[in-house]
T-cell receptor, first 112, second 112 residues
Framework: DAGITQSPRHKVTETGTPVTLRCHQT?????MYWYRQDPGHGLRLIHY???????DKGEVSDGYSVSRSKTEDFLLTLESATSSQTSVYFC???????????FGEGSWLTVV | GQQVMQIPQYQHVQEGEDFTTYCNSS?????IQWYKQRPGGHPVFLIQ?????EVKKQKRLTFQFGEAKKNSSLHITATQTTDVGTYFC????????????FGTGTRLQVTL
């Protein structure tokens, strides 16, 4: 498996609280992604990064922000969590655009 | 906008039966990738198809890319219980090669 670590792996939080999920890679890959997975929707891209401090929105970016201050770390922040953001969040990395994507093991987030 | 349809959503087979999932795009694709996700796990890359009409095999799995590069299929011969999981196709998002759009997946259940 690719060297991707997500933390926390499981979290329960209350509506309205901020939450930050961390993705750390040891592969020195340029591209990093955050996806969410929900029943009936498959995997949907939230945000992605194509380099340090270079990020762009995906298809479901509302309510989320990201930061990438180092090649190896990509943070996903929910400024004020809502129940609709209860989901499994996957970080992924890629060495070059359009190339194979390697996924982390996922972070299960429950917003109550 | 670009649409990726994957069918069927779910299939239940007896061990030893064959299985096929189909991925259809509304636009011509530069390439298509297939991923497998075991229950409770993360998506894992299986293969990438690039050429029109391309056929690739991995043991009991056969992948095809349509002549028009708008559709693809994954066929498993003589399924085994280890084939259980959800199979996703993924295509480059229109206008960019660095973001993938995933199909909604086909969940395969195999029983003895």
């Amino acid at each position: 498996d690719a060297g991707i670590t997500q933390s926390p792996r499981h979290k329960v939080t209350e509506t309205g609280t901020p939450v930050t999920l961390r993705c750390h890679q040891t592969e020195n890959h340029r591209y990093m992604y955050w996806y969410r997975q929900d029943p009936g929707h498959g995997l949907r891209l939230i945000h992605y990064s194509y380099g340090v401090k270079d990020t762009d929105k995906g298809e479901v970016s509302d309510g989320y922000s990201v930061s990438r201050s180092k090649t190896e770390d990509f943070l996903l922040t929910l400024e004020s969590a809502t129940s609709s953001q209860t989901s499994v969040y996957f970080c992924a990395i890629s060495g070059s655009s359009g190339n194979t994507i390697y996924f982390g093991e996922g972070s299960w987030l429950t917003v109550v | 906008g670009q649409q990726v349809m994957q069918i069927p959503q779910y299939q239940h087979v007896q061990e030893g039966e064959d299985f096929t999932t189909y991925c259809n795009s509304s636009t011509t694709l530069s390439n298509i990738q297939w991923y497998k996700q075991r229950p409770g796990g993360h998506p894992v890359f299986l293969i990438q198809l690039v050429k029109s009409g391309e056929v690739k095999k991995q043991k009991r799995l056969t992948f095809q890319f349509g002549e028009a590069k708008k559709n693809s299929s994954l066929h498993i011969t003589a399924t085994q219980t280890t084939d259980v999981g959800t199979y996703f196709c993924a295509v480059p998002r229109a206008g960019t090669a660095s973001k993938l759009t995933f199909g909604t997946g086909t969940r395969l259940q195999v029983t003895l």
